[in-house]
């Protein structure tokens, strides 16, 4: 008798009797653990929990998590306090599966960031996370009893994107999936770059941590701490540790992945390989019911829903009156930080309160009535194509398709006198352009908290003071005579010069509210707060494509744009739209030298330079943000 099979033998007879340990009181109660590992098609082992319910009544869909992060409580004695993505799906009933990726803890096999999808072919090699979870399904379906063939997988962060990669050419019985706050393009706008800049404190946070393991002697969880366990004020810490990628002594140095993000700076096929949409936009079918969700306050994957949302609406034709699929395929953003809608009931994130339990909301009337429907065949949830947020209003907002259909772009120009204006400016203005120093051994810090790394609750910060800093230019509108709701991406399009040879912009769209405002907390005053709406950096090197760098002219005047993520936020009547311009936004991301190199990277200190930034704002070179108006 081979050992698989002798294995498949005594899980299935562990079921079918139910001889597992009793369970901790204190643990997720009616339900009993198996441990497999499980076999894929090129002999890699993937270590997978099972909890299966006590219940012998009736059968149970499958719901399935796949995580680099650890299945963790390992043992067949030891359940974790809570199952599925909330308390309802515990008590509903469901046979739930946690699996360590490929490469990750207790699985065996080689673990790549971002995995690029490959069509699979008719080697054994041809291995990805689509083929893997295809062969987990496959091996669930025959081995453990009592299952109605349903397969639903969610998950939130790294494990967001592992659902929308195991979606692609899914096995027929993976029928709903959710993709939550997901990693989708590490270049563009989520994690690792945004718009050609590095986000060097959370990442420098992130893989002080997630490194290699080595099966199957692991413990059951990974300490995650700062980049420097003793450093409190993480502004100093990082500025005294200089160009922090290039220092193999640091506690960086030896991580392998972290130097595999440094040999690649530009958005080259490295990264486009990984970026999971593409292989949306380029056929590869996705055919599960989907439900997609992030946070508008998500400091570490603000774009990731939205590219993926996108990327399967358009190729299902969900929203145009043209396509010939139906499909159920949802878009969710709250006002939520990283997995925030998890977590708590999404009443409040730092000094903003938002007058309801919106993760409560999130969590009853929208994530398990879904899941019943597609896996329990319970009643249509009738949820729209998109389910949004407005922060300013507070209030939720449905929409047939996003971006919205009706929507119209206005320009605000950036004017003299740091007034913002609907008007373009005149011809011939005396105050043709706005200057503002730039120093790398200064730069403007992304809060003016004392924090070791990253906050991620930093969006939510009042914006004063950057306001009161001479390297950065602030301009404010008039106050609004009526409510205006913006809701899409925000372009901006600036015309600038520096007296170097290389810059970082940093653009934030900012809502100010009025003398008079109430809902002062205990440590924020709310009356002239000035609330970001949405921050991007970008790398100006390469305003002519983020797959080369090109180095600028001193003093020659050029252009460049770029698109904030998307926001839908209204800014009240009273209230002034306000746009700050700075050049470093600083350890949030980090320092460019100001002196062209090929690899800021490697830069040395040497080459990190004052320079004088130049912001134009005449008829010919109108600098502006181009907002999406609703009605």
């Known amino acids: 008798m081979t050992a698989r099979l002798t294995f498949r033998l005594c899980l299935l007879s562990l079921v079918l009797a139910g001889r597992v340990p009793a369970q901790p009181s204190t643990a997720a109660t009616g339900y009993r653990k198996l441990e497999a590992r499980i076999p894929m098609r090129d002999g890699a082992l993937l270590f997978t929990h099972i909890y299966v319910p006590t219940d012998t009544s009736r059968t149970f869909p499958f719901l399935m998590q796949r995580t680099p992060y650890s299945v963790a409580p390992y043992g067949a004695e030891k359940l974790p306090t809570r199952l599925g993505p909330s308390a309802a799906f515990q008590r509903e009933g469901f046979i739930f599966v946690h699996q360590d990726v490929r490469g990750r803890y207790q699985s065996t096999g080689t673990w790549r960031e971002m995995t690029p999808h490959q069509p699979a072919g008719s080697g ?118 200089g160009q922090l990628q290039r220092a193999a002594d640091t506690p960086l140095g030896a991580n392998p992945y972290w130097a595999e993000i440094l040999q690649h700076p530009t958005y080259d096929d490295h990264w486009r390989a990984r970026a999971i949409q593409r292989q949306i936009i380029a056929g590869v079918q996705f055919p599960p019911a989907s439900l997609t969700v992030g946070g508008w306050y998500d400091a570490e994957d603000p774009n990731g829903p939205l590219l993926t949302y996108r990327a399967i609406a358009g190729a299902l034709g969900v929203g145009d009156p043209r396509g010939t699929t139906v499909v159920s395929h949802h878009l969710v953003m709250g006002p939520w930080a990283h997995g925030q809608f998890a977590r708590d009931s999404g009443t409040a994130l730092g000094p903003l309160r938002f007058g309801s339990a919106t993760g409560v909301f999130y969590r009853d009337s929208i994530e398990f ?74 730069p403007v810090p992304y809060t003016e908290r004392i924090v070791a790394g990253m906050a991620r609750d930093y969006i939510t910060d009042d914006q004063r003071f950057a306001s009161r800093r001479p390297d950065v230019l602030t301009y404010r509108s008039a106050p609004l005579t009526g409510d205006l709701t913006v809701g899409g991406g925000v372009n901006v399009v600036l015309h600038v010069a520096t007296t170097g040879t290389d810059a970082d912009f940093v653009v934030r769209l900012i809502d100010e509210y009025p003398d008079g405002t109430p809902g002062d907390t205990a440590s924020v005053r709310m009356a002239g707060f000035q609330r970001l709406v949405r921050g991007e950096p970008f790398r100006a090197r390469y305003r002519r494509g983020f797959d080369r760098a090109i180095p600028f002219v001193a003093n020659r005047p050029d252009s460049l744009r770029f698109t904030l993520p998307d926001v839908l936020h209204t800014f009240r009547a009273g209230n002034r739209v306000m746009v700050q311009v700075s050049s470093s936004w600083f350890p949030l991301v980090d320092r460019n030298p100001q002196v062209f190199v090929p690899n800021i990277f490697t830069a040395r200190p040497g080459d990190f330079r004052r320079a004088e930034m130049t912001l134009f704002h005449t008829a010919a070179q109108a600098s502006r943000i181009e907002l999406p108006v609703l009605p």
């Open 369 to 442: 009535p879904f899941f019943m429907q597609h896996l329990k065949g319970a009643a249509p949830a009738e949820l729209a194509a998109a389910t949004l947020y407005d922060t300013g209003r507070d209030a939720w907002r449905t929409f047939a398709r996003w971006p919205a259909v009706d929507q119209r772009v206005q320009p605000w120009f950036l004017q003299a006198n740091a007034s913002l204006d609907t008007l373009a400016p005149a011809a011939g203005s005396a105050a043709a352009a706005d200057r503002y120093p730039s120093d790398p051994a200064r």
């Open 124 to 241: 054994a090699a041809d291995v990805n996370e689509s083929t893997d979870t295809y062969d987990t399904i496959t091996w669930l379906l025959e081995h453990v009893p009592r299952h109605n063939g349903k397969v639903g997988l969610w998950g939130i962060s790294y494990p967001g994107f592992y659902v929308t990669a195991s979606s692609l050419d899914a096995h027929p019985a993976l029928v709903a999936v959710s993709p939550q706050a997901p990693a989708t393009d590490l270049y563009d706008g989520d994690d690792l770059f945004h718009n050609g800049a590095f986000m060097l404190a959370a990442n420098a946070g992130f893989y002080r941590s997630f490194r290699p393991h080595r099966a199957p002697v692991l413990p059951d969880s990974e300490p995650r701490p700062s980049i420097d366990p003793a450093a409190r004020d993480g502004y100093a810490w990082f500025l005294g540790a």
